[in-house]
């Protein structure tokens, strides 16, 4: 199956790092292959960043369907253009953090999400209220760090071992999730820090999260219903591509 993940943001400089940490979840014979947009945001951490994100977004999704990807993942927490994009294409559509949280909900009582900065919070909470998972929700911490700074791996593990730790004691989370798909690479060590401080619990990736999701999805032979997502009606709409 092939399997195409959109970057929803103009910075194109993680692309081969998105690419191989996917690869590396990835079973025999799926194909992945990583795009950024042309024009959007840098970042997505606000409404605002996912909002202006969309158009550029839609049309990457069409662009991936027409040539004959299985499935599309919105690779960011906030599942920015997910909705949208599952009324046009005909393909499965996956958020990283629906995807993530599903999987969480399913592996402990409670969860908690630790994101990048705090104002990615509301839209994370809103999204499990959505979603039907919110009773689940135990928490959304941040580590206070910027998108584009999450390369110093050292930094962000001890900032998510520290979150994490409070998480467990302070909000009786069960099961933790990353907050952010820029988060590569850091789960498993994050988890083996907390199992040395007496707390086995699994830390979701959400790349490993969306990757399994998208291809279950495929494996399945099923996409969104189209009772949920129906067809938008047809009408003039200048500008969109």
Known sequence: MKIKVINPTTTGVTDPETEKEFAGYAFPGTEISVVHLDYGPASIECELDEAICVPDFLRKAKQAEAEGYDAVISDCFGDPAVKPAREVLNIPVVGAAEASMHFAASLGERFSVVTVLPNIAPTIRNNAAQYGIDRKLA????????????????????????????????????????????????????????????????????????????????SMGVKQSRLTYMPPPKKARPGYP
């Open 139 to 218: 928490s959304v911490r941040n580590v206070n760090i910027p998108v584009l700074a999450l390369r110093d791996k050292n930094k962000l593990v001890k900032a998510l071992h520290r979150e994490m730790l409070a998480a467990i004691k302070e909000d009786h989370a069960h099961v933790l999730v990353l907050g952010c798909t820029g988060m590569m690479g850091v789960a498993k060590e994050v988890e083996k820090r907390l199992k040395r401080d007496g707390h086995d619990v699994p830390v979701i990736d959400p790349v490993a999260a969306s990757l399994k999701f998208a291809e279950s999805l495929v």
